[in-house]
């Protein structure tokens, strides 16, 4: 089960990462600032890969101690951490070179997102063998 969890986790990743890229080229194409100097494409692909990964081992953790009950609280546990994690972007200190640094927020919250939702479009594709 830990094998499968851990593949869904990595797809969950590199789908998560790749739509963080697309979103950042389409922010950057409408405002004209994709603040690639703080938010760097390869730390969107890794921090994205990482979190679905450890999502990942943390439901096979789960589903050790909970059994039946693993989705519903993975599930609740899993948003309730994504929304924790935007606390970073609204907190962020960004170079002072950094042009219209309001604009981040806009940029990185949604990308805290991608994981969870690319978990959650993924896994009933794995549903019988997870």
């Known amino acids: 089960m830990l094998k ?5 986790g990595a797809v969950s990743g ?4 790749i739509a963080g890229l697309i979103y950042q080229k389409v922010y950057a194409s409408s405002l004209g600032d994709g603040f690639t100097n703080v938010a760097k494409p390869v730390n969107i692909m890794i921090s994205c890969i990482l979190g679905c990964l450890i999502a990942a081992v943390g439901y096979f953790l789960l589903s050790k101690v ?3 009950k693993t989705e519903a609280v993975f599930n609740l546990l899993f ?15 960004l ?3 950094t042009e219209m640094p309001e604009l981040f927020p806009g940029l990185a919250i949604p990308m805290h997102f991608f994981p969870a939702l690319a978990w959650f479009t993924l896994k009933p594709l794995f549903a019988k063998s997870v």
């Open 4 to 8: 499968k969890l851990l593949i869904l």
């Open 14 to 17: 590199v789908l998560a990462g």
């Open 66 to 68: 909970l059994k039946d």
């Open 79 to 93: 948003s309730i951490l994504t929304f924790a994690t935007i606390l970073g972007p609204i907190a962020a200190k």
């Open 95 to 97: 170079p002072l070179e």
